[in-house]
């Protein structure tokens, strides 16, 4: 039975504490708060993951250290460094491997499908902020001072999922209209919360996986039109009313609401096809992807709950 040390309680960061319990292992996992699931094989601390010598004195004896933390998405530029900092830090003290939740930012817009290979092109604060600890993570693994991977989803499905995603649905299963900046009928890459978890943790103890990103197995792209009517059939709920909202609305928006502010970077991920293709992980790691009817399905349950 290793130790598993795992920063972060959210949709990812529970889900890997909880893979990783049941399988036997033994997981602490590490928030502000002292949160996470409640598990025989889970130990919860409270403690700041960006302080460098508490985290390493916490992950001593890991075999590996979880980075599923994210910070509020309008202080990443303030709050990412000192905590990627740290991680990197325990993880070089520690000797445990950094095993890193990430995302398709730091590509920035592309034309056809991403892959691990694709151009880190992200002219955007938050994708030049992944693209940055991904470059010091691996310069470190390549110096030989500590062993790193990193893991790739796009956005999230499941339940507790935090994505655009989640601002849709509730209100299509309500009945009401949905009004936002998106292409409605552009294929759109989803990434089921648990397939995230076993990618993270397969690559995390297959050596052969250390010193480059893996994108998450997941299923073929869909559309946000065709997401929200199969949620609404789902449940039973009315045909759902998706209006595009103009991009000159958001802007608006951005200026009284810090969240709608940042949006305006990633609006491109949803005005044209955002594809990602996964197939190297399926290859090299063996995980296929959950299937979006029951990614969907486990969903719209949670919703309803």
């Keep these: 039975m290793a130790l598993h040390v795992i920063v972060g309680t959210g949709p990812v960061g529970t889900a890997t504490a909880r893979l990783l319990a049941d399988r036997g292992e033994q997981v602490r996992v590490i928030s502000r708060r002292g949160a996470g699931p409640e598990h025989p094989a889970i130990e919860r601390i409270a403690a700041d993951a960006s302080d460098a010598d508490r985290l390493s004195t916490l992950t001593s004896g890991a075999q590996a250290l979880y980075n599923c933390a994210n910070p509020a998405y309008h202080r990443w ?27 398709l930012y730091g590509y920035g817009p592309v034309d056809g499908p991403m892959t691990e290979q694709t151009r880190p092109g992200a002219t955007g604060t938050k994708g030049r902020v992944r693209n940055q600890m991904w ?3 691996l310069a470190a693994h390549r110096a030989g001072r500590a062993r790193v991977v990193e893991v790739r989803g796009s956005d999230y499905l499941g339940a507790d999922g935090t994505s655009l995603a989640m601002l849709v649905l509730p209100r299509v299963l309500a009945g009401q209209r949905v009004f936002l900046p998106v292409d409605w ?13 076993r990618t993270l943790v397969a690559a995390a103890g297959d050596a052969r996986a250390w010193g480059r990103a893996w994108h998450v197995p997941s299923a073929p792209a869909a559309p946000m039109r065709e997401l929200a009517i199969r949620a609404a059939t789902l449940a039973g709920a009315p045909a759902p009313r998706l209006t595009r909202m103009p991009y000159p609305v958001l802007w608006l928006g951005g200026l009284a609401s810090p969240f709608t502010r940042e949006l305006r970077e990633t609006a491109y991920q949803f005005d044209r096809p955002f594809l990602m293709d996964s197939t190297a992980a399926t290859t090299a790691l063996g995980i296929e992807p959950t299937s979006l009817d029951d990614a969907l399905t486990e969903t719209v349950e949670a919703l309803r709950r």
């Design 135 to 137: 470059a010091d993570a």
């Design 185 to 197: 009928d552009a294929p759109h890459t989803w990434t089921y919360i648990p397939d995230v978890a």
């Design 77 to 103: 530029p303030i709050d990412w460094p000192p905590l990627a900092g740290a991680l990197l830090t325990a993880a070089e003290r520690s000797g445990a491997v950094l095993a890193t939740v990430g995302n």
